[in-house]
């Protein structure tokens, strides 16, 4: 099973997507919005979260997560205990929303993971709630390279709260298809999880997918049902606008707020498939700066979280995500930054200007450390190379160019930069020229070291119109 370019991308979009289904259905949760109603990251609902604030769905899937990042096996004694135990701290967190099944289990506190999943077991009357499946984007992320592996820790997984052969079966289904759409870029594990497992399982969930595709949300309106929560999920991911590019992420999720119920869980269910499909860098600056939650962690939290996971535990050559800070040896890092020939509060320069603290806020551009900058910090995942290995390339050009200027509306400061400022900073720096009406031939010139992709280059200057803005 092998992992296609920008596998890293799409690993660390998957509780990036997570979080940002959850925090944009969190303010909608039990209401209907009707087709003109503006869907945002509002927060409020009837748990009044702040805006950006997850719920639940991702706080149990960071429960998880913070054990697949040490590389921990789920479906070891050892591996389940810690889970199993990450689900009692957040529970003694005293969240405002719980599910009932999951409240009925924690509320026990038994210990260990054998202890709680016996408790689910002696769960008494409905039992195929959605909360298993609502947080087993990590499960996906962490056997990308073992389908076998893949199900069982689905299973174990799922069993500690959810005692239910549906759930068990929309959690395998699911984790599949998150950890092909990985290796991939494609949501094909969907389907490809039935061709595998065959026979009746296959048969019932063929036919919910095909009603999920083809009817209106109303045929599978009791979402808070697992059935109904991943026949929704696939409904808003497959009849959302903007297929075949990045902002179908935002589209998806949006469509599912729109389908009303139990919006936080079903946004976050179609949230990690989405973010595994499209990455991290197709969520939105604009969202990503917004999120946080329990346990105290933010958006650069989430991606560290589903890069190391998706390595086994492991960081990069450069150190990278766990490093406080990287060193890019052999790099020229240390340029004076220059101002943008179009907006003079607004600086271009390479990897070591973002810790002076002379600026309000620091866009980076490439791979930073863990160590938390002074001033406000924005991240765009941008690979020095092609269209390749950028697969969302205009996206994130255009996100960037429009988080620039909302930071100039507010008259903050702006540094722009990437390792040694050749490269991708003026590519930025051009589509924020083009944003602002100047001709980006002018960055060239402002920027005299300069030596961007050509491929980088034609689609952020606009040479390439195969690029749509
Ligand atoms: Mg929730």
Redesign the pocket.
Known sequence: MTRQPGWADRAAGVLLGTAAG?AL??GY?FSYPGPDLPIGMIGGGPFDWAPGEW???TAMTLAVARVTATGADLTSTAGLDAVAAGFGEWFDSHPK?I?NQTRQVLGVRDGNAAAMTRTAQQVTGRKGGNGSL?RTAAVGLAYLDDGPGCARAAQMVGALTHDDERAVQACQLWSHAIGQAVRTGTFSGVRGYLDLVGGPVADFWTRRLDEAQSADPQSFSKNGWVVHALQTAWWAITNAGEQGNARHLAAALELAVRAGG?T??TA?IAGALLGARWGASAVPAAWRRLLHGWPGMSARDLVRLGLLTARGGRDDQLGWPSAPRLRYEGCDTGREPVRHPHDDGVWLGGYDAAFGGDFDAVVSLCRMGAEPLVADHIEFWLVDDGWAANPNLSFVLNDAARTIRELRARGRTVLVHSVEGRSRTPSVAARYSRHLGGDPRDVLAAMPWADPNPQLWSVASGQDRRYAD
């Open positions: 959850d259905g969190a949760e719920t639940d769905d929303d599910g609502m139990d936080d869980t976050a």
